[in-house]
């Protein structure tokens, strides 16, 4: 089990080996812690943080530290995957492998402070309950929320619900009753007659205990019959109101944490059918009278070896003081010899400062002096320069100007030239052009005159072999010579005329 403390101490105890396995001391004092169900985790809520916390080796190694303030209500899920956190009016469910808490998981619901968380047993819904008496019911996944009940005022201290199929809601007020809900409504009322703090109900069903919590009176355990009939069994246990009441994962054993400072374990008996509810404590106690009593005999001899050391520590703590004061004697001197060297070195620093400033003035109005002078001089050269600028750019004009003319005259040449061989070459070309029609002409009338004459021949050929196809037989007409006056394959009338002048002038060689 895991226990807080206003020492600023987080504490996990062994309540079989009935030893203390693992403490954690903090800088501020935890507000609310939660056991995981595997045993080996804690998430707290502290004054600044929230704080994610591994049980190592005998160590609390804090893995992961969340900026909520003061979260009192800090409760895991069934499963102990999820983590809800409580804050103000504002609960926060964090996946609690990963630490992470989506936007969607963070619920506003409540006007007013948050004083009791729980869950349902399939872990995706909770009920939280506040100050003023308002019962919320929230939806994970749906991300909503509803008002479930308002008690107008009525501060509810715990909210337990039922493991069955009625889905049934108990919360504990401090108007000193037990209220059933259902739904949006209460079923069942039950005046307690005394405030009741932590309200928890078995796993099965059977019972339910709750802690007395009222203010400077001794706190006791109660135990009821469940369903809620009125009949309880009543166990004193603290001196003071009761805080918290938890019950282990397995039912065997119950845990009450008093205002007195004293922790409690409980062995629960079954009852049966007709038997009495027994709450016998533990044969097994944390601490023994005889511990208690060498503790307390080890504070006190503490308390006096505390107190010797302390008037041993005054009296060397006056001797040093002593020769403190002589030192700071000493150191005072040194400062005010110290203090005397430097306001000499100041002095001598500002007659040298003053002297080198008189310096500088002189220099100043030397070189104001000779300002003018200098002013002068400078326009007279600047006025000297510019004339010899402007002689340069007039003779560079002059030249400009001469080369222009002369670039103007070789292209007016140029230009010239071009057009007289535009001119000769056009010339040229008509004259070719003509000569080339007069020889186009005379081809054409030699063509016609060779043509006439082909024609002619061909005539006197015809009439010839029309005489000799009369004389002679039809056996001997394939030997008649061919005659090759005829148009070739792919040949116009003058290559015909070109070809037969070729053969003609041949036949005058031979």
Same mark, same amino acid.
């Given at each position: ?5 206003? %020492? ?7 309540? *079989?080996?009935?030893? @203390?396995?693992?403490?954690?001391v903090?800088?501020?004092e935890?507000?609310?812690?939660a056991f995981? $169900? ?22 609390l190694?804090a ?57 349902? $047993? ?17 939806? @994970? ?21 039922a493991?069955?199929?009625?889905? @049934? ?24 007659? +005394? ?5 928890? @109900? ?24 469940? $369903? ?17 009441v ?16 004293t ?12 038997e ?9 106690i944390?601490?023994?009278r005889?511990?208690? *009593? ?11 070896d505390?107190?010797?050391k302390?008037?041993? %520590? ?21 400062? /005010? ?50 004339? /010899? ?13 001469t ?5 103007n ?11 007289e ?14 000569a080339?029609? /007069? ?30 196809? %009369? ?15 005829h148009?070739?394959?792919? /040949?116009?009338?003058?290559?015909? +005329? ?13």
């Amino acid at each position: 089990m895991c226990i807080r403390d206003r %020492d600023k101490t987080v504490r996990v105890w062994d309540y *079989e080996k009935k030893s @203390l396995e693992v403490m954690g001391v903090y800088d501020e004092e935890a507000f609310g812690v939660a056991f995981h $169900p595997s045993g080996f985790h804690i998430v707290a809520g502290f004054a600044s943080r929230l704080c994610f916390i591994n049980i190592i080796d005998k160590e609390l190694v804090a893995y992961k530290e969340i900026p909520l303030k003061e979260c009192r209500v800090v409760e895991f899920s069934h499963g102990g995957h999820m983590v809800a956190a409580a804050t103000g009016n504002t609960t926060h469910i964090f996946n609690f492998y990963t630490g992470e808490c989506p936007s969607n998981f963070i619920f506003r619901g409540q006007e007013t402070t948050i004083t009791a968380l729980c869950w349902t $047993p399939d872990d995706t819904e909770f009920f939280t309950a506040n100050w003023t008496g308002t019962i919320n019911k929230y939806k @994970l996944h749906a991300g909503t929320s509803e008002v479930i009940y308002t008690l107008k005022g009525i501060t509810i201290t715990s909210l337990a619900e039922a493991i069955n199929k009625e889905k @049934l809601l108990y919360a504990t007020t401090v108007d000193k009753k037990i209220r059933e809900y259902k739904g949006k409504a209460i079923t069942a009322t039950m005046d307690s007659g +005394v405030a009741l703090g932590n309200l928890i @109900l078995t796993r099965n069903l059977q019972y339910a205990v709750a802690g007395v919590e009222e203010k400077q009176k001794p706190g006791a355990l109660r135990v009821y019959m469940y $369903p809620f009939s009125g009949e309880f069994a009543q166990v004193e246990a603290h001196g003071l109101e009761v805080r918290r009441v938890r019950m282990s994962y397995n039912g065997n054993y119950l845990f009450s944490a008093g205002a007195d400072g004293t922790l409690f374990v409980f062995e629960l008996k079954r009852a049966y059918k007709g038997e009495e509810i027994r709450i016998v404590n533990s044969s097994d106690i944390l601490y023994s009278r005889k511990e208690l *009593e060498k503790k307390q005999k080890q504070i006190e001899n503490l308390t006096i070896d505390n107190k010797e050391k302390f008037e041993e %520590d005054e009296k060397n703590f006056d001797e040093e003081r002593k020769v403190k004061r002589l030192e700071i004697q000493r150191l005072k001197e040194e400062l /005010e010899e110290e203090t005397r060297l430097y306001d000499e070195y100041i002095a001598s620093f500002e007659e040298e400062r003053k002297a080198g400033i008189h310096r500088h003035n002189d220099k100043v109005q030397k070189l104001m002096d000779n300002y003018d002078q200098i002013k002068d001089n400078e326009k007279l050269q600047y006025k000297e320069r510019m004339k /010899e600028e402007e002689d340069k750019m007039q003779e560079l004009d002059k030249e400009m100007k001469t080369q222009t003319d002369i670039h103007n005259k070789i292209m007016e040449e140029a230009r010239r030239r071009h057009i007289e061989m535009m001119q000769e070459l056009e010339r040229e070309h008509r004259e070719r052009l003509e000569a080339i029609k /007069e020889d186009k002409d005379n081809l054409e009338k030699t063509m016609a005159e060779s043509e006439e004459k082909y024609m002619e021949q061909r005539m006197k050929i015809e009439d010839e072999m029309s005489k000799r196809l %009369d004389k002679e037989s039809i056996k001997n007409y394939t030997e008649i010579p061919v005659s090759y006056t005829h148009l070739r394959a792919h /040949e116009t009338v003058l290559d015909l +005329v070109c070809r037969l002048l070729l053969e003609k002038k041949k036949k005058k060689k031979k």
